[in-house]
């Protein structure tokens, strides 16, 4: 990205699949070499962005048919700043880290009382081993942080939940703000994705804004990778299961409320086709030049009140218009009629 797409215009919403090499501890189980599917969202630095890619984490899964799986969330600014706030270094805070890694209380308490750190800190620090389950986990940090960054960082988090509660997925979230994972590398949010069955994830990913710069392109990022194998063994459990097809539509809103478009963005997906919000905003000649570019063919147009169910489906490559209602969005027929409308113009 930061080589051969610099003269794009972004957000880039990028996908791949192929064998990767990581550098990791030899761990029982798990192999250097894996083959994953990712999709990266680059340039956008929002809790839109976040909420995007773990919304369609869901639908992916979701998708295959899995009804039994979770997306486990964490915000590692979160555990910085509880870190940070305690003043812990070297091999103190690095065992401090495994130990919250794998929720050992016994081992943090050991750490609080073996270390010289404030008061306020001792209480945050032994918290997070329990800080995961539902919503009502983030009231609970709540209650025990003070530190400005991991305060910070709770809102955040709040603010990519209240956007997915819009999505339609929050059934399928928990929160784990002990997760220590990609500290080194991530940025914010984190997820992982877990099917009945299966002991590893499927899927990880969050924000990494750091990455792009390092390579002459500054850019805030975020994505998330299925480990194919993984996915494929949890499918091989549900033979039954089958992935659908997609084609793709830009949505562009022009509304300040964004309720309805996020709600149309899942109409069209849990329909099979792939929907992207323009979530920069722009003119709409600017939004219609970045679809053409991106080689998407429609762009879907939210109009009027909220609720009024007003749309236009533009042909991006000549512009060509077709007016919609909401019951047509519905209809399963929806691209076959779009097509067929604008061809009889």
Known sequence: MATRLTGWPLPHRISYSGRVLRQTEIQAGRSREIFQSGVELIGLDSPEADAEMVAMAVEALQGFGFEEFKIDMGQV????????????????????????ARKDSS??????????????????????????????VVDEARRVVTNSRSRAALDNLCQVLDILDIHGVSGHLTIDLGETRGLDYHTG????????????????????????GRYGFPAPATGFTFNVLSLLQALQKRPELEASTAHDFLLFNCRDDRREVLEVAHLLRSQGYTAARDIIRREYASSLEYARRMNIRYMLVIEGEYGSGS???????????????????????????????????
Do not use: W
């Not at 600014?77 to 270094?89: D, N």
């Not at 943090?108 to 539902?134: C, H, K, Q, T, Y």
């Not at 992982?192 to 750091?210: I, K, M, Q, T, W």
């Not at 042909?315 to 399963?332: C, F, M, N, P, W």
């Open 189 to 212: 949010i984190t997820f992982e994705g877990f099917v009945a069955g299966l002991g590893e994830p499927v899927c990880s990913g969050g924000r990494y804004d750091n990455l792009t």
């Open 311 to 345: 749309y236009r489906a533009v042909r991006v490559r000549d512009g060509r218009t077709i007016a919609l209602t909401k019951e047509k969005l519905q209809h399963s027929g929806l691209m076959k009629y779009i097509e067929e409308s604008q061809g009889d113009e």
């Open 77 to 100: 600014e979160f555990c910085r700043g509880v870190m940070e706030a305690s003043g812990l270094q070297g091999q103190s805070l690095h065992e401090l880290q495994q130990a919250v």
């Open 107 to 136: 081992a943090v308490a050991r750490i609080i009382a073996d270390n010289v750190m404030p008061e306020g800190s001792r209480a945050e620090i032994a918290a997070l081993p329990r800080l995961f389950g539902g919503r009502e």
